[in-house]
């Protein structure tokens, strides 16, 4: 069995932000809405 950690999918979020990086604008526009669209934005609770 395979375990995969948050530490794991960070890495790998890193490594497909790099790479969307060196795609045309309108794939890194896809790339950004995707990734918002799974992975909405967090803010930190005011204080």
């Known amino acids: 069995m395979n375990l995969v950690t948050g530490s794991d999918m960070t890495k790998e979020m890193i490594t497909f932000e790099s790479q969307a ?27």
């Open 21 to 47: 990086k060196k795609l045309p604008a309108n794939y890194q526009a896809a790339w950004e809405k995707q990734t918002q669209a799974f992975l909405p934005k967090t803010t930190p609770p005011s204080t």
